[in-house]
Structures are given as C-alpha cells and as structure tokens.
C-alpha cells in the first residue's frame, strides 16, 4: 500500500485572496413586525428580541416576539382568508400567485442570498448554490400542482383542510418556508408559519415578496417567536394541521399536544445517517461526498451523514484521504465565496456540539480535527472526525447537529446493514460502491426514507423527502409531498 | 338414549405459526344466551412481547418474498377460506349470527381477500414515481412496508374484521400481532388456523385473544411496533399518547368502515406503507449537475 505517500497540503502556501460577496444592495430594517393579513404589524405582546450574525455577533435587526394575542390575529386573518377567498378562488388563478412568488425570488436571489448567509452563518456559496434556488424551485414546481390535483389523487376528490401551522428550523430558514408554504398554498390552504427565533429574517423578506406578489391578504402568515410563540400555534384550535420541521423531542411533544384531536401532522424529525463506504468504491468521489454529507451547512443537517461506515479493508487509506481533504477545508467569513465551513448556527448550538466533542473524547474515542485559525468573535466548530468509535458511544447514537463525524467499520455487507439500521431514526443513507446490484441490494434494506447512492445531500422539489420511525412521518416534496395537505375522500 | 356431551374446544392463540395456550394460564368461556361455546385464552403481556417478537423476526424474510409470491399466499388464505366455509358458518351461528348474516360476512370476507391479493404487485406501480429532478441523477420513490403492525379488531364483524385487519397490512410486507374480538373470538382463532395452513411464513401473523383493555396498552406502548391500526372504537387518548414515544404511526377505522364496500381500496394498505426515494448518479456528457 502506499501509505507513505506524502498528502497535498493545500493549506500551506496557497492563501487565497478573500472574494467578499456585497453587503450594499441588500435591504434591511432594523426592526421587523409581524406579517400578518397581508401587513407588518406591531406585535401585540409588545415584545422584540434581536437576531444576531452568528459569524460576529453583531446585532442585524429586532424581530417582533409573537403572543397568544398576535396568534389568535394571525389564525383569524389565515381563516377569513380560507373562507372568504383563497378555497373559493379558482385553482388556475391559485396557481398563478405561486408562480409569481417564484419569480419575485429567482429576480431577489442575491439579496437573499447575503441575508440568509448573515443571519445565519452559513456559507455564501450555499445560501447561493443550494438554499435560494431551490427554494425558488420548490414554488415552481407546486405551482404546477394547483390545478392539477384530481390527477394526482385520482377517485379521491382532493379538498383543502384550511388553516396550516407550520414551524421551521434555522439550518434552512428560506428553503424550509418554501417547502412548508409552496404545497400549502397549491393545495388551497392558508398559512401560519413560524420561523426558527434565530433566523426570521429570510422569511420577513419572503413576506415582503409575498406582498409584492399581491396575494391576497392573510393567505399567509409569518409570525415570529421562540417555542412559547410556536405551542401557540399548534394549540390554537383554529389550526387544522402542523407542519413542524426541527428535533424529535419537540416533535414527540407536538404529537402529544395534538394526540386526541382531529389535527393532521406531518414531522420532519431528527436523523443519525449513516455513509457507506465499500472497498470497491471510487475512493476520492467517496471522499467528497463524505465531506459534504456531514460538513456541509456546518452539519446542521437533519439528514447528515453523520455516522461514516467503512469497510476494513480500504478504512486506513480512506481515513488518511479523509483527513487530507478536511484539512484542505476553509473554514472563515461565510460571506467569502471561498468558505467552505461557515458559522455555528448559534451560541447554544456550538456549546451542544462541544458538549458531544468532549463526550466522544470521554468515551475513548480518537478525535481529529481541521487545524485552522478560528475568528475571535462569533461561533465556530472546526471539522471533526471521531475514529476508533464503537456502536455504544453516545456519539454514534445521538444526533449532534454539528460538523461531527462518528467513524466505524464494517467487514460483510450484512454488517453494514445491521450497523446503518441500528438507530431509533430513520431519515437517510448514503451507499458508496461501484457495483449497480450491491447499490440496490443496499438501498431496498436499508430503513430510511432518502436514500443516496454514490451522492449525497441532494435534494429536489420533485423529490419526495421524510423519514422513517423516530425521524417521522408524511413526506415533503414531489407528487407525496401534496398528500399531507389535502382531505382525501 | 342420553344426549352426547360435547367437546368444548380450548382455543389457542397463534405465535410463530405454532398453537400455545396463553403463558399466563388464564382462561375465559365465551357464551351464547348463556350457554358456554368454547374456552378461550385471556393472553398477557408476555404473550404480546413473544408475539411481537415474532413478527419482527418474520418481517424481513417476508417483506423480501417477491410481490408476486405474497399475492399467491393471499390468494391461498382465501381458496382455505372458500372450503372451510362451513365451519365459520357453524362458529357464527354458535356465537349468535343468523345463518343469512353469517354466510354474507363469509362470502364478503372471501371475495375481500382476493381483492388486496391481486394488490401485492401492482401498489408501486400506481403509488411509486419516478421524480425528474433537475440534476443528473435517476430518482424514484418506492412504497415499503413499515415493519411491525399491532391490529385491533372491532367486535360486530369478528370474521370479516379480521381479515379486513390482516390483510391489507401483510399484502405489501409487514407482519402482524392482532388483538382478536373479546366477545366473538371463534372467527379469529379458527381463522389463525386457515393462515397457519396457507403457506403464510410462522410469525407473519400473529393472533391473541383476550381483554382489549388489558391488551390494547401493550401494543400500543411496545417500542418495536412500527404502526398500529385500531378498528376497535375503544382506545382512550391516554393510551394513543404511549405510542408517540417512537413515533408509531396510527390509523383508526371508525365502526362501519369496515362493512362498506369502499374498504377494498389500495389507500387501507398505503396507510401501513412508507415512501422511499432513493437517488443514483446517471453517467451524461450533458446533464447539468449542481455541486450540491
């Protein structure tokens, strides 16, 4: 073997200039209202906390704090909307709506950009690249769905169910609200929607999008607030139907605060992923789809791939590609379009991160991590690997959220199989091998509802995504994604 | 000449495709106008945990059978059905049906079982896709059985309840622990015995009898059931909330939902299906891919 091969240091001498993405064009207030029937309003409970740049820690703007009051505002003028106007106005004309909010993103793509990457650290490149054109994308694509729904649920004579709740997290905060309201509003629905308290921003300036589409008033809602504000909503007895993307545990208490009552759901939970290696995969693809699996967005990804299997037989060549290409990662200013690892989402989630970091030390397991200059100011996590983990270590069961990997090996195929289901999740897989039958005979037995061979974190608005088990239930995207939204006779 | 005595059959349930009585000993008598019929067993909660446990240890070899395998099996369950017509018909009558209702319930459950048979390859077909996604990449969604599957029955239809309950959920690859009707258990019972002699794998289906309420709790907090489907009317929501501890997913059938004729319908065996999509490179000299 070549194990003495001398790796690539591109870290070394090859500084690259920054390449700043411009902060001027972008428009932002210092303090935001409520959206609420088609304007901003002052937040009734009075209330407002600040969103912070996660990358400084500077203050960016106010964001109003939504009480019981403003949520009984917002349901109302989402059910006058339903009633009076939106289930009654004629699915072509619907459709219509949603496309032009499509467009009004794709014209405003790079101020979104700028806005999502400050506000919530992630990399330029991905705000860019991933989250706003698929966000785009996702109201193309339902759009098309409005008028469209008899086929899609053939005999089934689809009807709306009404008001929708929905809750999103800040590791996607546009992309989210684009899932969530695209198909709820294709399929006659109007909406409430609270973004995640650390990222409201992008969703305020889809608000203003949405006023500029000029749909009509209260067909969507955006309020915004921490948990107390989002107990509101799934509480509000005017709510047909949760939407709620985030952790299990808050998902477990959704299902138990809305057991009992004729409320749908649809929960997009936690995920333990694991990416599998076999020997005879092309070793340097495999590497780069490890790296993204789990250290893109900085690993604030429901469905990373945060458990690595290996197969003995290539683990020490491939480990030692791992590292060079982690060490070859930039991490720094997420608005530099060279950052390959951008801001720790928040304080609270780095001090989580770190708390898995010392656990996986404690528990003997080897760390390795990217040796980089860390800013001063603002949250950061270098890029981790764990080695020499076992499948008792609370770092191969728990979902960390961060850019933290659990590395295992395996021997036989049934070994990798048994090691991948081996959670109480069930989100997504990755499969990496060269042979097409081994690909399949993989993906049909491994319990999980997205499944990527020899690729990973690609997502689609066609493609159906959501999980198995504990990672739970309802799909979102593509023709599946429409069902949760509708009655079906 | 004296009356012949007759033989009051214990009924035993059915765990792993064999026969036991229940490990706690403990029996009941259902009656008819205060005549006993037959002794029955009250199953406990260990009886559930071995019957769970062999519904787990059959699911992957069944739901790994070929769609067209399963649907032969199901096809099978229905021509036992067909010739011991006349036995259900005694055990109806014997728990208080009228001859007309009891042969309607059998010829009803018969020609049901042929209908979900005929489903097993041809549900992907009309519920799978293939997505077109706007990267190089093949992606399609399958429907998968979701595992394990805990069955309540209901009480008025005892033959075609537990059919209509089995049935759809087996037909795409789950395995099944059923709590069979308390007051009419004659149906269920005699019915595991038409199962056991179909070619249905020990452990795809799985059948108690005894107490609802004692029971009922059981499989609804037990963390390797995948799914419950309740067609009793009886579960409280306290004991609905045990099951969100793993994210069971839950359908509950009302009373009459069973009896109508739009029960024979793909959605019953959607309900206990999971979507998965699975992506695969394509190889193309123009294809746009995205980095991501």
């Given at each position: ?33 409520l ?8 937040p ?31 349901v ?15 699915a072509?004309?619907?459709s219509k ?11 405003k793509?790079?101020?979104l ?17 991933v ?16 008028d ?11 009807k709306?169910?009404?008001v929708?709740?929905?809750i ?15 198909p709820?509003?294709a ?45 509101l909503i ?19 208490s ?27 995969a092309?070793?340097d ?7 993204n ?6 690993g ?12 003995e ?27 390959d690892?951008g ?6 989630q ?18 390795f ?14 890029p ?5 983990v076992?499948?008792?270590h ?8 961060g850019?933290?990997?659990a ?16 959670t109480p ?21 491994l ?12 997502f ?12 739970g ?10 069902e949760a ?5 | 000449m004296?009356?012949?005595?007759k033989v009051?059959?214990?009924?035993k349930?059915?765990?792993?495709g ?9 029996y009941y008598?259902t009656?008819n ?10 199953s ?7 019957a769970?446990?062999?519904a787990?240890?059959a699911?992957?070899?069944w739901s ?6 399963r ?5 099978r ?9 006349s ?10 049906w ?6 309607l ?5 018969i020609?049901r ?10 549900i ?19 429907l ?16 075609l ?6 049935i ?17 258990p ?15 794998p ?13 029971l009922?709790?059981?499989i609804y ?9 309740d067609?009793?009317?009886?579960t409280?929501d ?15 059938f009302?009373?009459?939902?069973i ?5 024979d319908s793909?959605y ?8 998965k ?5 394509i ?10």
């Amino acid at each position: 073997m070549n194990s003495n091969i001398q790796p690539l240091e591109f870290n070394g001498d090859w500084n690259l200039s920054p390449s700043l993405e411009s902060t001027d064009h972008i428009d932002l207030k210092d303090k935001y209202g409520l959206f609420i029937n088609g304007g901003f309003l002052e937040p009734l409970s009075n209330k407002y906390f600040s969103t912070i740049n996660p990358s400084n820690e500077n203050q960016i703007s106010l964001i109003a704090e939504a009480g019981s009051e403003d949520i009984n505002l917002a349901v109302k003028s989402a059910k006058d909307a339903y009633e009076n106007v939106w289930s009654k106005m004629p699915a072509k004309e619907r459709s219509k709506y949603i496309y032009r909010i499509a467009r009004l993103i794709q014209e405003k793509a790079k101020e979104l950009a700028v806005i999502e990457t400050l506000d919530g650290g992630k990399p330029i490149r991905e705000s860019r690249d991933v989250d706003v054109p698929l966000a785009a994308a996702h109201f193309f694509y339902y759009a098309g769905w409005a008028d469209k729904l008899d086929y899609a649920f053939p005999n089934r004579n689809p009807k709306s169910i009404g008001v929708v709740g929905q809750i999103i997290p800040w590791n996607f905060p546009l992309m989210m609200a684009a899932w969530k309201i695209a198909p709820a509003l294709a399929t006659g629905n109007t909406v409430v929607l609270k973004p995640a308290e650390s990222t409201s921003l992008t969703a305020l300036k889809l608000a203003e999008i949405i006023q500029q589409a000029d749909l009509p008033p209260g067909v969507v809602n955006i309020v915004t607030g921490a948990g107390s504000t989002g107990k509101l909503i799934v509480n509000h007895k005017d709510i047909k139907k949760i939407a709620f993307t985030g952790s299990t545990s808050v998902g477990k208490s959704i299902m138990k605060s809305i057991a009992g009552t004729s409320k749908k759901s649809t929960m997009e939970l936690g995920g333990k992923a694991a990416n599998i290696v076999f020997d005879d995969a092309p070793l340097d693809q495999a590497v780069e789809g490890v790296v993204n699996g789990i250290y893109f967005n900085q690993g604030h990804v429901c469905c990373a791939g945060s458990r690595l299997l290996v197969q003995e037989s290539i683990n020490e060549i491939f480990i030692r590609k791992l590292r060079d290409r982690i060490q070859s990662l930039i991490l720094g200013n997420p608005l530099d379009k060279n950052t390959d690892i951008g801001a720790v989402n928040s304080k609270s989630q780095l001090d989580t991160i770190n708390k898995y970091i010392d656990i996986g030390k404690n528990e003997g397991a080897e760390i390795f991590q990217l040796n980089c200059t860390i800013p001063d100011k603002g949250f950061w996590c270098p890029p981790t690997l764990f080695t020499n983990v076992s499948q008792s270590h609370v770092i191969a069961q728990e979902e960390i959220f961060g850019p933290v990997l659990a590395i295992q090996t395996f021997r036989t195929i049934d070994e990798a199989i048994t090691k991948a289901n081996n959670t109480p999740y069930g989100l997504s897989a990755g499969v990496w091998t060269d042979k097409g039958s081994k690909v399949f005979n993989l993906t049909s037995k491994l319990n999980a509802g997205v499944i990527w061979a020899n690729t990973y974190n690609k997502f689609d608005p066609t493609s159906p995504f959501g999980g198995y088990k504990e990672s739970g239930h309802g799909r979102e995207g593509g023709l599946h994604g429409l069902e949760a939204y509708l009655n079906l006779e | 000449m004296s009356e012949r005595i007759k033989v009051l059959k214990t009924y035993k349930i059915f765990i792993d495709g064999k026969f036991p009585r229940t490990e706690s000993g403990r029996y009941y008598q259902t009656k008819n106008n205060g005549i006993p019929i037959a002794n029955i067993c009250m199953s406990s909660r260990k009886d559930m945990k071995n019957a769970v446990a062999a519904a787990r240890k059959a699911f992957l070899g069944w739901s790994n059978r070929t769609a067209y395998n399963r649907s032969q099996i199901l096809y099978r369950i229905a021509e036992m059905l067909e010739t011991r017509k006349s036995q259900f018909l005694e055990e109806l009558v014997l728990q208080g049906w009228t001859n007309k209702n009891a042969e309607l319930e059998i010829y009803k459950t018969i020609d049901r079982i042929i209908y979900f048979a005929g489903w097993a390859d041809k549900i992907n077909q009309v519920f799978g896709s293939v997505n077109p996604v706007a990267t190089s990449h093949f992606n399609f969604t399958m429907l998968e059985p979701m595992g394990v599957v805990g069955l309540i029955t209901n009480e008025e239809t005892p033959l075609l309840a537990i059919a209509s309950c089995i049935i759809p959920a087996i037909v795409s690859g789950n395995t099944v622990v059923v709590i069979a009707s308390e007051k009419a258990p004659l149906s269920a019972l005699t019915f595991a015995e038409v199962i056991s002699n179909s070619d249905v794998p020990p452990g795809v289906v799985n059948i108690l009898s005894g107490s609802k309420k004692e029971l009922s709790p059981h499989i609804y907090s037990h963390m390797d059931v995948n799914a419950i489907g309740d067609f009793s009317n009886l579960t409280n929501d306290e004991i609905k909330l045990t099951a969100v501890e793993n994210l069971k997913r839950i359908r509950s059938f009302g009373a009459s939902e069973i009896s109508n004729d739009n029960f024979d319908s793909p959605y019953v065996i959607k309900d206990f299906m999971e979507a998965k999509t699975t992506w695969h490179p394509i190889e193309s000299g123009f294809a746009n891919s995205n980095s991501y």
